[in-house]
């Protein structure tokens, strides 16, 4: 409710329209629209028809807010917190821990930014409005304290609570589940010793001079709403973090299923090792649908090619070859497929391999020919170095040498593409996939299908690195433990948003991705109209396009929220 209040200064009674708001927990009257003198106000008062409008963005942090009200978000974690015995020890500039935590959130799925900075993005937001309370004394070192109040050990217990509520309140199928580790990288000093998760490693975004994060993350098929995540060292590769994140992975799926009958987990080949299946086939009842690296069973592609049939996919003929054999102890459903994306994309990055290759060749030719150069290489010397820059996958079948010998026991080569081996590499090898199961009695066009769900996840990390919404980056943290509450941050707003975007799908004909979803919510806006004559103040929303209103309703959005 609004009202007006006076404030002297230097003996003149100047006038604004206030709304009792919570500062520290106690309420306080912030000034809505200042007003100036008694004759000002009068002068603006005979105006009829004046009127002050102040506009906010209203739909994606209502819809979020109300979803993250619905799964108890601010009580689970309020729960789990250090001082959760004591109340009062967790408030901080009137907030809880769970609170400032969800404030976070919200700020990282619709426009990720520093602590620093998060009021600067608060301010046009409707979000004091909604959780009637004024929030200009959150700065970064309030967000500080509040993280300093999560147990590292308590993240998994907060996430597997906030997903049990999500999977109770949502239809979420939960037959087919999808994983796939990522990494990110940070600008963390290199001689920063205070963390241990930032390490180098092989960046995925090809920022190798930088130091990385990693995380493994599980995701449902329809709208890859996130089930689990686990940050990890940076400079471990997939198939190490695979084997040393499975047990909670597991152990996520038992809790919020009971059990692990008609569910299926789908990862990539660059998870797979044989210690990483025995982990796998130990987890009796767990089917999965996996790949294998081609290059380790060149006796199977080979035998597939010869026994390819074609079966028919989304109205696409794919070659197929399926056999039931021992890999690594056990008996594995495996089909080879072939790809002509896979394999475009596999020619193409052979070119772009030679053209590196080729200018590195020319360059050590030139340096064994130049007659000014004293250093004289031996025959072994030089095949040594040309095999290291020849070194790479499919390199050494099709990039060929021959020594040349120069007087005065110098050497020189040529070099050249082997056609014929490029073409029978084109053929026999180039976009073979081997996808692996233990669901034997699926069929060929569902284990595809299962696999190919895999995109999803990797879509996910797509949006978990898109600048606009739900990035992970930008992160100042270079702590271990403010790292991994962080990326518990960023989860949240994924979970709260991906279930929104859910709701909006099933319940209406919304096609567009979860990026344009939040755009949209975003030009949902509340207009703060404040009437000079009896000095009203009304929230309402702006005008609505016709292809939101019906999310409006899906939503819960209303100028009460």
Not at 154 to 183: R, S, W
Not at 516 to 530: E, G, P, Q, S, T
Request: net charge positive.
């Amino acid at each position: 409710m609004a009202f007006l209040s006076s404030r002297k200064s230097r003996g003149i009674n100047y006038w604004s329209i206030c709304e009792s708001r919570r500062i520290k927990g106690s309420p306080r009257n912030i000034p809505i629209e200042y007003l100036g003198t008694a004759d000002t106000l009068l002068s603006k008062l005979r105006d009829e028809n004046e009127i002050v409008i102040n506009s906010y963005s209203h739909g994606d942090t209502s819809a979020l807010l109300n979803i993250a009200i619905e799964l108890n978000i601010i009580n689970i974690i309020n729960k789990h917190t250090h001082s959760n015995k004591d109340e009062t020890k967790s408030i901080r500039d009137g907030l809880s821990v769970g609170t400032s935590i969800l404030l976070a959130a919200i700020g990282r799925a619709c426009r990720p930014t520093s602590k620093m900075g998060w009021y600067n993005w608060c301010r046009n937001t409707s979000l004091e409005y909604c959780l009637k309370s004024s929030f200009s004394l959150l700065d970064s070192q309030h967000f500080w304290d509040q993280m300093n109040q999560i147990p590292v050990e308590k993240i998994a217990l907060i996430e597997e609570e906030i997903v049990k509520n999500i999977i109770a309140q949502n239809d979420i199928k939960l037959d087919l589940l999808l994983y796939d580790p990522t990494n990110f990288f940070t600008f963390i000093d290199s001689q920063n010793h205070h963390c241990d998760i930032p390490s180098r490693g092989k960046n995925k975004q090809k920022r190798l001079d930088l130091r990385q994060i990693g995380m493994a993350l599980m995701v449902t098929r329809e709208e890859q709403i996130p089930l689990f995540h686990k940050t990890y060292q940076g400079n471990k590769n997939d198939i190490t973090s695979f084997c040393e994140v499975f047990k909670k992975l597991s152990g996520r799926i038992k809790s919020i299923t009971k059990e692990l009958e008609d569910i299926t987990i789908v990862f990539d080949k660059g998870n797979n090792s044989k210690d990483n299946f025995k982990l796998i086939d130990n987890e009796k009842g767990l089917y999965y649908v996996g790949g294998l690296v081609s290059s380790y069973f060149k006796e199977l592609i080979k035998e597939a090619n010869n026994n390819l049939t074609t079966i028919r996919i989304d109205d696409k003929e794919v070659p197929v070859y399926r056999v039931k054999q021992k890999i690594w102890g056990e008996d594995r459903t495996c089909l080879v497929t072939i790809s002509q994306r896979l394999k475009e994309g596999q020619i193409q990055g052979i070119h772009q391999h030679l053209e590196k290759k080729n200018k590195l060749l020319e360059e050590f030719k030139k340096q064994l020919e130049n007659p000014k150069n004293r250093k004289k290489y031996t025959k072994e010397e030089i095949k040594i170095r040309l095999k290291k820059i020849i070194e790479g996958q499919f390199m050494g079948e099709i990039l060929k040498y021959d020594l040349i010998a120069l007087k005065e026991n110098k050497f020189t080569f040529t070099y050249y593409i082997d056609g014929d081996s490029f073409d029978k590499l084109k053929e026999e090898v180039l976009g073979r996939r081997i996808l692996v199961t233990n669901r034997h009695n699926w069929s060929d066009e569902e284990i595809i299908l299962a696999y190919r769900g895999q995109s999803k996840v990797e879509y996910a990390f797509k949006n978990l690195k898109n600048p606009y919404h739900l990035a992970v980056r930008p992160q100042y943290h270079w702590t271990d433990q403010k790292i991994e509450v962080h990326i518990l941050i960023c989860i949240i707003g994924y979970m709260l948003t991906a279930t929104a975007y859910s709701r909006a799908r099933k319940k209406s004909e919304y096609k567009k991705n979860i990026n344009n979803f939040l755009n949209d919510l975003h030009k949902i806006r509340l207009a703060c109209v404040v009437r000079k004559k009896g000095t009203k103040v009304k929230y309402q929303l702006e005008k609505i396009p016709d292809d939101l209103k019906n999310i409006l309703n899906i939503l819960k959005i209303t100028n009460d929220n």
